[in-house]
């Protein structure tokens, strides 16, 4: 089989003259090029996709350095991995020497050693995956698929390629439920088998491995689908067994997309509502297990918080200042991913007229107008500056006379006090 025709009608013109010029390079000092991967499965179903990975048998890290100079290109190389990158202008590529790989234990690194493009495949999660076609001008585009790939791309179905496949690396457990809910594939028999018959191997996994899955899970079109069905396979439960992948989740993640459009405000929104139902100590766990980045974990972290104050919006009568009070500390993720959280709705109400009213609410006087009135710059600025929008949330103020009278009648009670 060869798909010459589909590599060159597929690929922008600048990225398939960097494949070509790879192609050459390699052949001129004899080595068999290949582009691989993702790219390849993508082109036979024609969806876009432009991360190409090219598997060398020879020397990487030597076809790199040749073809970053031919384009003037910047070569970024991994000698202990032998793998290497080549970005020219805007557009990247991959090279990696074909290798087999064997593991010492479940979820460790792999040995690796120099192998033919068959060991290169071999060593994949996938057939779908292990698909390769040669980029040299003699016989650019002929396929090589020993894996049978193609059969199971026109049968929509993730397959592995052994028995021990989810025991190696058991983050082929989240892919595997990634590209079938992403391509509407289905596991095949055997290899759901060994997935739920392997589940409790995540264990073994460094927790950066698999939240590194998870976020990739976060930026498919409909995550949801992915975590319901990791529920179903045991995956969720073993990640952690509080963690929800039903109806509720769907509904609240379809809402939090029409919602926000910010990525990656989504994704933080999106990990709050998952953890929503977790309570304190699983919270912890799971936070310790996958080690969340910064920004990430605080909004995290004040899931529990929230859920502790929200109860309080729940009163008859409590005003929009207070509300503003309450709800200020709180990163707009954390407060966002409550509000679809919630049951009352009440607190519901709240929390939107904080997102969207309260917050951006501003007083007419600002810290130049007080310095003006005489009140010296510093934290008493600000707390002025709150209490001024307080009041204004709250109707006690509305015109700038009533807020110059307000910030008067502060500052004369102050230099009374003193
Ligand atoms: N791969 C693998 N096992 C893994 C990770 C990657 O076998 N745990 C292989 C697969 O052949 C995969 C390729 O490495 O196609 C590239 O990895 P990655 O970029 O993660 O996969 P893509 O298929 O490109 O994924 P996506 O389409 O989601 O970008």
């Known amino acids: 089989m060869n798909i010459a025709r589909l590599i060159e009608t597929q690929l922008p013109s600048q990225y398939l003259k960097l494949i070509k010029l790879a192609g050459n390079l390699a052949s001129q000092i004899g080595q068999n090029p290949y582009l691989v991967g993702g790219v390849v499965r993508d082109m036979l179903l024609g969806r876009p996709n432009l991360d190409l990975d090219i598997v060398v048998e020879g020397d ?26 080549v970005k020219s202008d805007s557009i990247s590529l991959d090279i990696v020497t074909a290798r087999s790989e064997k593991y010492p234990r479940p979820g460790a690194l792999p040995a690796v050693k120099p192998g033919s493009i068959e060991d290169d495949l071999f060593r994949r999660d996938f057939t779908i995956n ?173 899931i529990a918080e929230l859920k502790r104050v929200l109860p309080v919006l ?39 007229a904080f997102l969207f009213e309260y917050r951006r609410a501003r007083p007419q006087l600002d810290g130049d107008d007080l310095r003006r009135m005489g009140i010296p710059a510093g934290p008493d600025l600000g707390l002025l500056l709150r209490e001024l929008k307080k009041a204004r949330l709250d109707g006690r103020v509305s015109t700038r006379e009533d807020e110059v009278e307000l910030v008067r009648g502060w500052f004369n009670r102050s230099r009374h006090e003193r």
């Open 314 to 352: 729940d009163q008859r009568h409590f005003a929009p200042g207070q509300t503003y009070e309450l709800l200020e500390p709180f990163t707009i993720q954390s407060v966002t991913a409550a509000m679809f959280a919630v049951e009352s709705v009440t607190v519901r109400n709240r929390l939107r």
């Open 60 to 85: 990487a890290v030597g076809l790199a350095e040749r073809l970053g100079q031919s384009v003037n290109g910047k070569v970024v190389v991994h000698s202990r991995f032998g793998t290497a990158s």
């Open 130 to 302: 292990a698909i390769a076609a040669r980029i040299d001008a003699r016989r650019f585009g002929d396929v090589v698929d020993p894996y049978r790939g193609k059969r199971d791309l026109e049968g929509k179905l993730i397959r592995t390629l052994h028995d021990k496949s989810f025991i190696d690396d058991p983050t082929r457990i989240w892919r595997a439920v990634r590209y079938e809910q992403r391509l509407e594939f289905r596991l095949e028999e055997e290899a759901e088998r060994l997935l739920r018959r392997d589940v409790v191997m995540m264990d073994r996994v460094s927790g950066d491995r698999i939240r590194h899955e998870i976020e990739r899970i976060l930026r498919e079109e409909r995550p949801e689908k992915s975590f319901s069905r990791a529920e179903e396979l045991g995956a969720l439960r073993q990640l952690d067994p509080a963690l929800p992948g039903n109806s509720w989740l769907a509904g609240r993640f379809g809402m939090v997309r029409e919602a926000v459009v910010d990525l990656r405000s989504l994704n933080r929104v999106y990990l709050a509502l998952l953890v929503w139902k977790l309570d304190e100590e699983s919270l912890d766990r799971f936070m310790q297990r996958l080690r969340f980045g910064r920004e990430t974990a605080r909004t995290l972290r004040e």
